[in-house]
């Protein structure tokens, strides 16, 4: 008998899936504790949450797991793919500014909230914030600011320009994990709450609402009982897609990088174009939106979105089992940091959805788009209606055209609070 923590990933996929099993079996319990327990935790947050907790007592050890890995390759380019199949470009359109607004309001809250959570904290704990040459603590906080407007590409990317020693890289791992997943935690929280919150900021939900509408009629309109050949129609269409979308995304950057000096020099801004990771997304969605001119759209009939959405969720569990609850406070201060950092990211944002009359949909995708990137984006647009989910990716990829320049902006500026 294995010895715990497991390892073995056929047990680990096992308890993920008993995970999800048991959370969607309690939220079908409209009565007594459950019905009242879901009324305030949404579903999602208990299928991140659980995991999480796998990991933190120890049951699970995600950090040979391959389990994420999977889920962000295969299974979240498929869910891309299924969700997009019916896509409504011109509704999609139709919803106007507001989105872009959002996001790059978060992107300045990103580069603003470093250097000032660096001054705050400077105030009680000079040392958290010090540091010289290569270990200068603002050099680190540089690979955070790159992973929270871009993505992984571009964390890499100032690890790159700043050289920040990688003898305390994994510091920096931990607190872009902690608190970029307690921040999912909380917009996920509030995705069961979007009603009450788009009362208070007094948002206009009706392009939203016209398009969740425009296509849950049509998906009742062309509803089937689903069949055994539906089913591999709909896996021939996810997964030969999923192949072309890494051959595609492979070979672009290769020719990107044999072509391009700016995407080959890790110093460069443009350098984060060079993630095949940006380019397999947006392959996989660009196929999907494709397939939405075809005849394959009927397969949304079959269930193609909800099977886009069981791969979400899956990968929605791997991400949660990367977060150890247990390691929050490990280093405080610059978990201190971290927290103070996200806040003044949220403020602004909450902020500017409040002048605006923003939807909370465009403020947690618009946030997810910068702190999340692709892996997370969709996830959180696909929880309020499936035939949202491209404006998530299509978000996160101005997050990662922005992300290195937005971070060396940041980098300069924390460099500068750290000297004061």
């Not at 969720?313 to 280093?331: F, H, P, R, S």
């Not at 403020?347 to 923003?358: D, G, P, S, T």
């Amino acid at each position: 008998m294995d010895q715990l923590p497991f390892t073995d990933d056929t047990v680990i996929f096992g308890l993920l899936c008993l995970c999800l099993g048991f959370v969607f079996y309690t939220s079908s319990i409209k009565t007594g504790f459950w019905g009242k327990f879901y009324n305030v935790v949404p579903t999602v947050l208990m299928c991140y949450l659980l995991p999480a907790i796998l990991a933190s007592v120890g049951i699970v050890d995600e950090s040979s797991s391959k389990t994420y890995s999977v889920a962000s390759q295969y299974l979240l380019p498929a869910a891309l793919i299924l969700m997009t199949l019916s896509v409504d470009l011109k509704a999609i359109l139709n919803l106007g500014s507001k989105a872009l607004i959002m996001f790059l309001t978060g992107t300045v809250g990103i580069i603003i909230g470093g250097p000032i959570a660096i001054l705050i904290v400077s105030i009680f704990s000079p040392e958290t914030v010090g540091g010289a040459g290569f270990d200068a603590v603002w050099r680190g906080l540089a690979t955070i600011a790159g992973s929270w407007i871009g993505g992984g590409a571009n964390q890499t990317a100032m690890l790159e320009v700043f050289k920040f020693n990688q003898d305390n890289y994994g510091g920096m791992v931990l607190i872009d994990i902690v608190v970029a997943n307690l921040w999912l935690a909380v917009i996920l929280f509030g995705v069961g709450k979007s009603q009450k919150i788009d009362k208070w900021l007094k948002a206009d939900t009706s392009s939203i609402e016209e398009l969740k509408q425009k296509v849950s009629t049509y998906t009742a309109k062309i509803a089937r009982v689903t069949t055994l050949q539906d089913f591999i129609m709909i896996l021939f269409y996810a997964f030969v897609g999923v192949g072309i979308s890494h051959f595609l995304g492979h070979h672009f950057v290769v020719f990107l990088q044999d072509n391009f000096e700016v995407i080959r020099d890790k110093d460069k801004i443009l350098s984060s174009l060079g993630s095949e990771f940006l380019w397999v997304v947006l392959f996989a969605t660009l196929i999907g939106i494709g397939l939405s001119f075809t005849k394959a759209k009927n397969y949304e009939g079959a269930g193609a979105s909800k099977l886009g959405g069981l791969f979400i969720y899956i990968l929605v569990a791997t991400i949660g089992m990367k977060m150890d609850l247990g390691k929050v406070m490990e280093n405080p201060g610059l978990i201190a940091i971290g927290l103070i950092w996200i806040s003044i990211h949220a403020l602004l944002m909450i902020l500017v959805a409040k002048l605006i009359k923003a939807p909370y949909f465009f403020l947690a995708v618009g946030s997810q788009a910068n702190v999340g990137g692709a892996a997370s984006a969709p996830v959180v647009a696909a929880e309020f209606h499936p035939s949202l989910t491209s404006v998530g990716i299509l978000l996160a990829v101005f997050g990662y055209v922005v992300g290195t320049a937005g971070a060396y902006l940041c980098a300069l500026l924390m460099e500068v609070a750290s000297k004061v």
